[in-house]
């Protein structure tokens, strides 16, 4: 009988009103490495998404893993970043054992480097943890990443996935008179959507097409109030949806857009794919690791509106092809982008290391 490898997984916030990358990915690693791994495996987090409580978690968390390991103790941590570095360091060096890191993204390095946004210490806090701190193992989501400089210099990208659907009864109709469009995520400015609203006023026939906007965030009456002003009647803001509900907005879609400034490895993109739905995005992120252009999507240049207009009139354009191109993302999505896939990756990683 083989023994089980205990894990202490640290992620600094999950199961609140908060869902992004990290915490999608967290609970479909957990589920497979329990189900079909020989893994036995603690969850510490909080709920809270703020700020404060993340960076006070990390503090109590030390103390909760160190008994935790007293009383039956851990082989391996594996922290989520970015704020949960600093405990799954503490706690390596404190218990002796190797630490795995996991980077769903350098959103704020890639924003500087854009010049959408300033040098702050949000910058300075993710670039450290990310960056200067040697973890036994980092992992990416996104080869993006490998672009900055690093202590860690054997960086593992072990890309998101979904889970397989049976399309069959999913075959979309993209000849219809409206075009609809659709997109999925936090309403945050990292995602771009000031810029398809302004994108969206320089097409010429604004009849031909229909947004609709699944999510919610910061900027979600600010995101409204511009809409209003652009005068988008063809934009509607439906808010956060899950299950049922989201999944019948991605069968009724027949462009996916996804817009974004900076990005890990948007697993929104590949349940666009998953659906057949061709798509059309940013070079953001690992999208270009992804997205063939003219072959599974459409891809533009991050950040520029004009770019924005001219992908959105091409795609609309080739309307024709978006059937072959959903198809070839569905094909690319269930042979490459599982999360069985990610996980098999992941666990050579864990057994490396124990």
């Known amino acids: 009988m083989v023994d089980k490898i205990r894990i202490a997984m640290l992620i600094d916030c999950y199961g609140g009103s908060f869902l992004g990358g990290g915490q999608t990915y967290l609970d479909n690693i957990v589920r497979i490495l329990k189900k079909d791994y020989p893994c036995e495996i603690n969850v510490f987090t909080q709920r809270n998404a703020g700020l404060v409580a993340r960076l006070v978690w990390n503090l109590w968390v030390v103390v909760q893993v160190f008994f935790h390991h007293v009383r039956k103790p851990f082989q391996l941590i594996h922290a989520q970043a970015f704020s949960a570095g600093i405990s799954g360091k503490i706690l390596s060096v404190i218990l002796g054992i190797p630490v795995v890191y996991s980077v769903h993204g350098s959103h704020t390095m890639d924003m500087v480097g854009l010049k959408y946004e300033k040098k702050s210490w949000k910058y300075y806090f993710e670039k450290y943890l990310l960056t200067k701190v040697k973890y036994d193992k980092q992992i990416s989501v996104s080869a993006n990443f490998l672009q900055y400089p690093n202590v860690n210099k054997q960086i593992e990208v072990i890309e998101n996935g979904v889970t397989k659907k049976d399309i069959k009864k999913f075959e979309k109709n993209t000849l219809d008179k409206k075009i609809k469009l659709l997109f999925v995520g936090r309403l945050e400015k990292i995602k771009g959507l000031e810029i398809l609203l302004h994108s969206l006023v320089l097409l010429e026939n604004k009849s031909q097409y229909e947004l609709k906007i699944v999510g919610d965030g910061s900027l979600e009456t600010s995101l409204k109030a511009l809409s209003k002003k ?96 959903g198809e070839a993302g569905f094909k690319k999505v269930t042979s490459t982008y599982t999360w069985e896939i990610a996980v098999k990756k992941l666990f050579k990683e864990y057994q490396k290391l124990v």
């Open 230 to 325: 652009l005068k988008l009647n063809s934009v509607e803001f439906v808010g956060k949806k899950t299950g049922d509900e989201l999944e019948k907005l991605y069968l009724d879609a027949d462009l996916f857009v996804l817009p974004s400034i900076a990005e890990g490895q948007p697993i929104v993109l590949l349940d666009a794919w998953s659906y057949k739905l061709p798509v059309l995005v940013t070079t953001a992120g690992h999208n270009p690791w992804m997205v063939e252009d003219g072959k599974n999507g459409f891809i533009v240049e991050v950040g520029d509106v004009s770019a924005l207009v001219k992908g959105l009139k091409n795609a609309f354009k080739n309307h024709d092809k978006w059937v072959s191109m």
